[in-house]
């Protein structure tokens, strides 16, 4: 019985509060009511005043760090790999063997080619003789000198692809893949290794038209690492583009030196710090006190002697963040209308809220 009045208490006690918070509410709301209401037909707007503040450019944008250099190394000839120099996570430097494609097929045609090259070379040398002697045409003897250097260029090109049995780096860094394995067969295009330089990365952000507008080719950068908090790295803004992508933001590319360690790795995350020199202080105004966008350069000033809404021609300057630089049409010390532009024209009636 004890059971069933405590419940029966509990509920009414929560009955009495929801009571209590919905004519809380019910106040609330007619009191904002007959608030707008005193306006009789003016517009409900929020103001903001118009102030000189020092202006701060200074902003950071996280991006992934790339690497400078990243290069998919392919067969150039048809062989079985017949050694291999190198094992995933090794470092090499440019021109280091990497594996050896049998060269056995390779060495035939370069001897077939040099043999073919010599008989050209002698029956040129037979036709100029004979030349001279009036034995030869004109015709026949510069077929022979065709014939010679054609022969020529099959030598030199079968001595290339018996140079390229051996591949070899071209760029420093390390081998992060290994595609193929000692009696492998490969053709023309066959993937072989990755080789990723992480000695300098690149960091790529994303800013916007605001931040973008300050910034140049060459601009020193602190880039800070998630993965290593206590260390610092410096980089150099390498890359702005001249257009932005579908999100209306410029991609932005920093130039990262790596510490000795080589710590930082392609594909983790960044976050770049750009700093300005201090700026002087300036007129600002919100973002949103603009007739429809900031390019239409034209706000409304609250007149506080008669309560109305006053167009104004500005001249809009750099936008920062959600405020925006007036460079002439506003004084330091007025007022303009935030929110409510919709409703308004020239001299319209306005009550300010909160």
Same mark, same amino acid.
């Given at each position: 019985?004890k059971r069933?009045i405590?419940?029966?208490v509990v509920?009414?006690?929560?009955?009495?509060a929801i009571?209590?918070?919905?004519n809380n509410n019910k106040?609330?709301q007619?009191?904002t009511?007959?608030?707008i209401?005193?306006?009789?037909?003016?517009?409900a707007?929020?103001i903001a005043?118009v102030e000189?503040?020092e202006?701060?450019?200074?902003f950071?944008a996280?991006g992934?760090?790339?690497a400078n250099?990243?290069?998919n190394?392919?067969?150039e000839?048809?062989?079985?790999?017949?050694?291999?120099?190198v094992?995933?996570?090794?470092?090499v430097s440019?021109g280091?063997?990497?594996?050896?494609?049998?060269?056995e097929i390779l060495?035939t045609?370069?001897?077939?080619a040099?043999?073919?090259?010599? #008989?050209?070379?002698?029956?040129?040398?037979?036709?100029?003789? &004979?030349f001279a002697?009036g034995?030869?045409?004109? +015709?026949?003897?510069?077929?022979?000198?065709? #014939?010679?250097?054609n022969a020529?260029l099959?030598?030199?090109q079968?001595?290339k692809?018996l140079n390229?049995a051996n591949i070899?780096?071209?760029i420093?860094?390390?081998?992060?893949k290994?595609m193929i394995e000692?009696?492998?067969v490969?053709a023309?295009?066959t993937?072989?290794f990755?080789?990723?330089?992480v &000695?300098?990365l690149?960091l790529?952000?994303n800013v916007?038209?605001g +931040?973008?507008?300050?910034?140049k080719i060459?601009?020193?950068?602190d880039?800070?690492?998630?993965?290593f908090p206590?260390?610092?790295? &410096?980089?150099k803004? &390498?890359?702005?583009a001249?257009k932005?992508?579908?999100?209306?933001?410029?991609p932005i590319?920093?130039?990262?030196t790596? #510490?000795t360690?080589?710590?930082?790795?392609?594909?983790?995350?960044g976050?770049a710090t750009f700093?300005?020199p201090?700026q002087?202080?300036a007129?600002?105004v919100?973002?949103?006190?603009f007739?429809g966008?900031?390019?239409?350069?034209?706000?409304?000033v609250?007149n506080?002697?008669?309560s109305v809404?006053e167009?104004?021609k500005?001249?809009?300057?750099?936008?920062?963040?959600?405020?925006?630089e007036?460079?002439?049409g506003?004084?330091e010390?007025?007022?303009?209308?935030?929110s409510?532009q919709i409703?308004?024209t020239?001299g319209?009636?306005?009550t300010i809220?909160k």
């Amino acid at each position: 019985m004890k059971r069933v009045i405590t419940i029966i208490v509990v509920v009414a006690l929560v009955l009495v509060a929801i009571g209590y918070v919905l004519n809380n509410n019910k106040k609330k709301q007619q009191e904002t009511t007959d608030f707008i209401n005193k306006g009789s037909d003016s517009v409900a707007v929020k103001i903001a005043n118009v102030e000189r503040k020092e202006v701060n450019l200074d902003f950071t944008a996280n991006g992934n760090f790339i690497a400078n250099q990243e290069l998919n190394f392919s067969a150039e000839n048809s062989g079985r790999v017949s050694k291999i120099f190198v094992e995933e996570g090794s470092r090499v430097s440019k021109g280091t063997i990497l594996a050896r494609i049998d060269a056995e097929i390779l060495n035939t045609d370069r001897e077939t080619a040099e043999a073919t090259y010599q #008989n050209a070379v002698k029956d040129l040398a037979r036709y100029e003789s &004979s030349f001279a002697t009036g034995g030869v045409t004109q +015709q026949q003897l510069d077929q022979a000198r065709l #014939n010679a250097q054609n022969a020529k260029l099959r030598l030199q090109q079968q001595q290339k692809k018996l140079n390229d049995a051996n591949i070899r780096s071209s760029i420093n860094g390390i081998v992060n893949k290994k595609m193929i394995e000692v009696g492998a067969v490969v053709a023309p295009g066959t993937q072989l290794f990755e080789i990723v330089d992480v &000695s300098k990365l690149k960091l790529k952000v994303n800013v916007n038209e605001g +931040q973008v507008a300050n910034l140049k080719i060459g601009d020193k950068v602190d880039i800070q690492s998630s993965v290593f908090p206590d260390e610092k790295f &410096s980089g150099k803004v &390498s890359f702005i583009a001249a257009k932005a992508d579908q999100t209306l933001n410029f991609p932005i590319e920093v130039e990262v030196t790596n #510490n000795t360690k080589n710590s930082l790795k392609a594909g983790m995350y960044g976050t770049a710090t750009f700093k300005f020199p201090k700026q002087a202080p300036a007129i600002l105004v919100p973002r949103t006190s603009f007739v429809g966008s900031v390019s239409s350069n034209e706000v409304y000033v609250f007149n506080k002697e008669k309560s109305v809404a006053e167009t104004r021609k500005v001249v809009s300057g750099r936008i920062l963040g959600e405020s925006v630089e007036i460079l002439d049409g506003l004084k330091e010390g007025e007022t303009v209308i935030t929110s409510g532009q919709i409703n308004l024209t020239n001299g319209t009636a306005v009550t300010i809220i909160k």
